[in-house]
């Protein structure tokens, strides 16, 4: 998927973000040019800079849902934050460096469950062993490591090996999954640390997990536990033990070096009016802290260090008081690309309700048909319902399509509610119904900015 052309890409989006198509294009030629760069001449791969983007529109119109559905489509390492977590250096809270160190350790943690799915089948097979030595200790026990994979010499015919053959037989058909075996399980609660700073722990390079633990004997103890649990346990562990982490750290810095996104959400956010008053004084240096990190700097991880030269941001903002040019200038020159998303129309409003393939009257229908009820919608309903959601939306705060999920709730709450005792039956939602459970609350000015 990460092979996509741009076409692709907003093909891929269209499944489920509903117009803006600027925005699409933008993301799409921007995740295209970090496939270009890796083809280019060696001599110019790090001159190439990624054109950084500013996602510009009201809330609820398609800005983070075409950051998360990137993340899925696509098998770069990504990271959505929002920027109104962050505080200039000095002032308690999140430095903004932790977003490159979180984006590490959730690479790390990704590629190291992959690994341990190729090797799934290696650990299953020394499990099994290990399972045996517990349930038949009179047989030689089974080292379990790389060094004796499991039948790698054929044991010889004896009544012992016949009856370790049998257990392996009836262990493989499930038929000791309900069998209590004793086994060393190691203890789970641990004393917690938290230290409170504004600077990552792991810029000190200490982890104290692994300090601890070299410090003190892991703990464990014996438990009673059945044989089918047992076995998920040893398969994890000795698939946990098969997996190479210096291998995998190596190439999750890569990943993240190479082709890491972080989606920055609410950039509006740290803009302050008036800069330099009141509580807003560390807004503009929460921007001064970004800029390093988005020009090109080196964070020091628990990992390692890593360069966020080529890590692709993509900003987003309402940009409701303030404006993009209200940013620092050398931030601005940082996200060379601006996008405004459009405001969504009656007619967006009814292709989000049916287009997308997790449209929000199919889900609505999937839920309710679980207790036997078969809700049905006419296009007069829907129009209505879109209708209804632009001008409430026009009226009071302009939430976008976030509107539809007050309005489908407040509509369909009674049927949620009785779905339990109804007998199995359908039911045909009009544009006379959606009138009768909304317009007292959609005429009511007062009433529906509580409401919907």
């Known amino acids: 998927m990460s092979d996509l052309k741009p076409v692709e890409i907003v093909k891929e989006l ?7 198509n600027q925005a699409k294009r933008s993301v799409a030629i921007a995740l295209r040019n970090r496939w270009r760069r890796r083809r280019a001449p060696d001599e110019l791969k790090d001159e190439i800079a990624p054109k950084n983007i500013i996602l510009i529109g009201p809330t609820g119109v398609g800005k983070t849902e075409i950051a998360r559905r990137l993340s899925r489509m696509t098998d770069s390492p990504f990271y959505k934050v929002e920027a109104s977590k962050f505080t200039e250096v000095g002032y308690v809270g999140r430095d903004v460096e932790s977003m490159i160190r979180d984006l590490v350790e959730l690479t790390v943690n990704a590629l ?4 341990q799915e190729a090797v799934r089948e290696k650990a299953q097979a020394i499990a099994e062993e290990r399972m045996l030595d517990l349930l038949l200790p009179s047989r030689q026990p089974s080292q379990g490591s790389l060094e004796s994979p499991p039948d790698a010499m ?4 004896t009544p012992a090996a016949d009856t370790q053959e049998k257990l392996r037989a009836l262990l493989r058909n499930g038929k000791l999954d309900e069998r209590y075996v004793d086994m060393d399980v190691a203890e789970r609660s641990m004393p917690t640390v938290e230290v409170f700073s504004n600077v990552g722990m792991e810029e000190l390079g200490i982890n104290f ?14 438990r009673k536990i059945k044989v089918a649990d047992a076995m998920k346990l040893l398969a994890e562990e000795e698939a946990q033990r098969l997996v190479d982490m210096d291998r995998v750290v190596r190439e999750a810095v890569e990943k993240v070096e190479q082709s890491g996104i972080i989606f920055l959400d609410e950039i509006d956010k740290i803009v ?13 240096g929460v921007q001064r802290d970004l800029l390093p990190i988005v020009e090109g700097s080196t964070v020091n991880t628990k990992y390692g260090p890593v360069k966020t030269d080529h890590i692709l941001f993509i900003a987003s903002g309402a940009f409701h008081a303030i404006k993009p040019s209200d940013l620092i200038p050398e931030l601005q020159g940082r996200f060379p690309i601006r996008v405004e998303l459009d405001s969504l129309s009656r007619q967006d409003f009814v292709r989000i309700l049916t287009e997308p393939k997790n449209a929000l009257i199919l889900q609505y229908r999937e839920l309710i048909r679980t207790e036997g009820v078969e809700v049905d919608f006419t296009p007069d309903a829907i129009e209505r ?5 632009v001008d409430v939306n ?4 302009n939430i976008g399509a976030r509107r539809l999920h007050t309005l489908m709730e407040r509509l369909l709450d009674d049927i949620l509610f009785d779905a339990p005792d109804m007998a199995p039956q359908k039911v045909t939602i009009n544009g006379e119904f959606v009138d009768r459970k909304l317009k007292d609350i959609k ?5 529906s900015r509580y409401i919907l």
């Open 14 to 20: 269209d499944k489920y973000i509903i117009g803006q």
């Open 112 to 115: 190291k469950v992959r690994e």
């Open 154 to 157: 054929a044991l010889p015919s």
């Open 209 to 222: 997990k692994d300090m601890f633990g070299g410090l003190f004997p892991k703990a464990t103890k014996k």
């Open 272 to 284: 302050g009016k008036n800069a330099g008053q009141g509580p807003d004084v560390s807004r503009e």
């Open 385 to 389: 319902i879109a209708g209804i959601a």
């Open 394 to 397: 026009s009226r009071t705060e």
């Open 443 to 447: 005429d009511n000015e007062d009433l």
